[in-house]
T-cell receptor, first 113, second 112 residues
Framework: NAGVTQTPKFQVLKTGQSMTLQCAQD?????MSWYRQDPGMGLRLIHY???????DQGEVPNGYNVSRSTTEDFPLRLLSAAPSQTSVYFC????????????FGSGTRLTVV | GQQVMQIPQYQHVQEGEDFTTYCNSS?????IQWYKQRPGGHPVFLIQ?????EVKKQKRLTFQFGEAKKNSSLHITATQTTDVGTYFC????????????FGQGTILTVHP
């Protein structure tokens, strides 16, 4: 049972480049979410999904796209990277209305230069 | 979206002292969750509170949900160096537990 797996762990991009952060979970969780974490700002929700084929925007969705074609995978796409997107990105998953909260991946540290 | 204020932002304690962090909302909450993040790590779920006035304990950690369901606290008795990290509260948007908004966190430093 691997839990939530995020790849890559580290990435450096040039401004304007695009890339996809991968997230996969093997717990059959319905909910999946992407958060970004910046110093002093806690965790901010980018996009989330309540199941395959269903996604919605969070607090800071601009510049990011998501899709959920399977229960297991929830990739986050950066369309045209900007320095403001330098952050640590966490993917998380949980069962519908679970009392056990979110299980987080280990994160992707992204630097945009 | 749902907003929650967490205080204090930082707390420095001597090992053995107690520690408390608070989360406050201007609106009634359906539930509140607490997470811990060790330095360089990822958030780890601690507990969820859903009932008015609820109190839950995990060893030296005591979690409370206010009677009006607008505030919550996490209290650690006799801190240890292993308690170092950032403690976050998180609240659900609407009636769904999945869309969580996190507080800014309290960074706890424990001096041996």
């Amino acid at each position: 049972n691997a839990g939530v797996t995020q790849t890559p762990k580290f990435q450096v991009l040039k401004t304007g480049q695009s890339m996809t952060l991968q997230c996969a979970q093997d717990m059959n969780h319905e909910y999946m979410s992407w958060y970004r974490q910046d110093p002093g700002m806690g965790l901010r929700l980018i996009h989330y999904s309540v199941g395959a084929g269903i996604t919605d925007q969070g607090e800071v969705p601009n510049g990011y796209n998501v899709s959920r074609s399977t229960t297991e995978d929830f990739p986050l796409r950066l369309l045209s990277a900007a320095p403001s997107q330098t952050s640590v990105y966490f993917c998380a998953s949980m069962f519908w209305d679970s009392p056990d909260g979110y299980t987080f991946g280990s994160g992707t540290r992204l630097t945009v230069v | 979206g749902q907003q929650v204020m967490q205080i204090p932002q930082y707390q420095h304690v001597q090992e053995g002292e107690d520690f408390t962090t608070y989360c406050n909302s201007s609106t009634t909450l359906s539930n509140i969750q607490w997470y811990k993040q060790r330095p360089g790590g990822h958030p780890v779920f601690l507990i969820q509170l859903v009932k008015s006035g609820e109190v839950k304990k995990q060893k030296r950690l005591t979690f409370q949900f206010g009677e009006a369901k607008k505030n919550s606290s996490l209290h650690i008795t006799a801190t240890q160096t292993t308690d170092v990290g950032t403690y976050f509260c998180a609240v659900a948007g609407g009636t769904s537990y999945g869309k969580l908004t996190f507080g800014q966190g309290t960074i706890l430093t424990v001096h041996p």
